[in-house]
């Protein structure tokens, strides 16, 4: 039996909501919603009493998953590691499908992102890179080759 019956969103707690969700928007995808989330539910979910976050919801264009940004109000949020390699344990990188990645990488460089490694090409299937956006968010981007 499955639990799951489809694919949500992935959450990423922001200290900066508004450049990370001005970079994600950036990218392509849509703001969906935002608003400010406080009270026993959300002391209850995410264990921590008396917190209040403001959340910016994110939808692709195909109207597939989404993305949450989420800063928190109170308490004060507690640093992750913003230069975090590949191997650390963690949420490693939010995915995208981009039609020209060139193009994608160019746009995140003009804004002061950079490449974590470089351009790679798979099987002449794929090419990818990873770039490190706002807050050490690992960005990755694909391009379908053929």
Known sequence: MSYIRRF???GI?????DGVTAFFVGLGLEVEGRTFVEGEF???????????TEIVML??????????LARFVRPDS?????AAMANELGLRTVSF????????VGWAASDGYGLV?????YEGAW????????????????ERLG
Request: charged share 25%; proline share 8%.
């Open 127 to 142: 090419r990818m890179a990873y770039v490190r956006g706002p807050e050490g968010i690992v960005v990755s981007l694909a």
């Open 8 to 10: 949500d969103h992935v």
């Open 59 to 68: 939808k692709s264009p195909d109207g597939g998953a989404r993305l949450e």
């Open 42 to 52: 959300l002391d209850t979910v995410c264990g921590i009493p008396g917190s209040r």
């Open 78 to 82: 507690v640093p992750g590691s913003p």
């Open 117 to 121: 490694g470089g351009i790679g090409e």
């Open 13 to 17: 707690t922001v200290a900066d909501l």
């Open 97 to 104: 499908e981009v039609g020209d990645l060139r193009a994608a």
